[in-house]
């Protein structure tokens, strides 16, 4: 075997085995360190204000507009634990019209990558 044989090889080998990892991150991720959130709203608030653990185990929140009477993908943030959830009057999460007596608890891993909240 010639050298630029052997290098051509292993070129492809390394080339073969990083699309082999990246290909496996997507699907590894999903559902299997903390969900995102889909809220259900049916008390009219314009926006919801989400507290607890990420998927790092950092405690964050976040201020969401959600569609009022119907269901909203909050995608892009993941979550897993014990959460707050308030509603808000107007879209900013200003106007506080309600907070839930219990708290939603995500579960870390699950089958799909949502988690449905109502209020």
Known sequence: MTIKNTIVKGLTAAV???GA????????WAGGNGQQITFHDRAGVASVRIAGLNQNGQY???CF???QGGDTNLGGWWWKGKLSVKGYGDGGCG????Q????PTVPTSQSGDWFYIAD
């Open 16 to 18: 073969l085995a990083t």
């Open 21 to 28: 990892v990246a290909g496996f991150s997507g699907s590894a």
């Open 60 to 62: 964050v929140s976040h």
């Open 65 to 67: 507009s959600v569609a």
């Open 95 to 98: 106007d506080l019209l309600w």
């Open 100 to 103: 839930p007596d219990r708290q």
